[in-house]
């Protein structure tokens, strides 16, 4: 069994600062686009939702299914990342 770190990339210029950390700290870590989720998590312990330059209040937000995470592994989740989490899930973002 891996215990690899799975980041879904949103964008941020920051995602692969936050892989080197991630690795500095010698845990494994795959960086994926938002709307590429792999089909097999089985390998992941725990995900990573990175930031963005979109606002979660915007049209053009990305919004991902999270369902075969969501509950299933600890995630942290930064700065668009966060937002995105409270935002789906009836909390409020503001400007």
């Given amino acids: 069994m891996q215990n690899n ?3 879904l990339d949103f964008g941020s210029q920051y995602t ?3 892989a080197r950390r ?3 700290l010698n845990i494994f870590c795959e960086i994926y686009p938002y709307n590429k989720i792999p089909e097999d998590l089985s390998g992941f312990k725990a995900v990573i939702l990175s930031g963005s330059p979109f606002s979660v209040r915007a049209e053009d937000a990305p919004h991902p299914d999270l369902t075969k995470i969501r509950g299933k592994f600890p995630v942290l989740a930064v700065c668009y ?3 995105y989490l409270a935002h789906f899930n009836g ?3 503001e400007p």
């Fill in 22 to 24: 991630v690795r500095e």
């Fill in 16 to 18: 692969q600062l936050i």
């Fill in 91 to 93: 909390g409020k973002v």
């Fill in 5 to 7: 770190v799975l980041i």
């Fill in 81 to 83: 990342g966060a937002q």
